[in-house]
């Protein structure tokens, strides 16, 4: 059985019936509210804020373990860094400029 937090529960048939009612609960607690059929968890419905929140929660987390892992590999040695003339060539170094020619309109 998965993990149920300590969060407000409804049935299925009570979302069929009212599900405004659902997403009330749910603004109201500032949680998902668990939804149950038959005594099993099918699902948890979340207000739009919430749902967004934790979206912006996961990249924030997502951007936080790669900037980890980058730095380990820097602390550990094992990632070798170029200049950027190297990786660029004679462009990283010159200034950028509008060809005449081109059509901007």
């Not at 009212?18 to 009330?24: C, G, H, T």
């Not at 804020?49 to 951007?63: C, M």
Request: zero cysteines; hydrophobic letters at 35%.
């Amino acid at each position: 059985m998965p993990k149920k937090l300590n969060v407000p529960l409804t049935s299925i048939s009570e979302v069929k019936r009212s599900p405004m009612d659902i997403f009330l609960k749910a603004s109201k607690e500032g949680s998902g509210v668990y939804v149950f059929n038959r005594e099993k968890i099918v699902g948890v419905m979340l207000t739009q804020k919430h749902y967004e929140s934790l979206l912006d929660e996961i990249e924030e987390l997502a951007d936080q373990l790669t900037k980890f892992k980058a730095e380990k590999r820097l602390l550990n040695g094992t990632v070798s860094t170029f200049p950027d003339s190297a990786v660029r060539g004679s462009i990283a170094t010159s200034l950028p400029s509008i060809d005449k020619e081109d059509d901007w309109e």
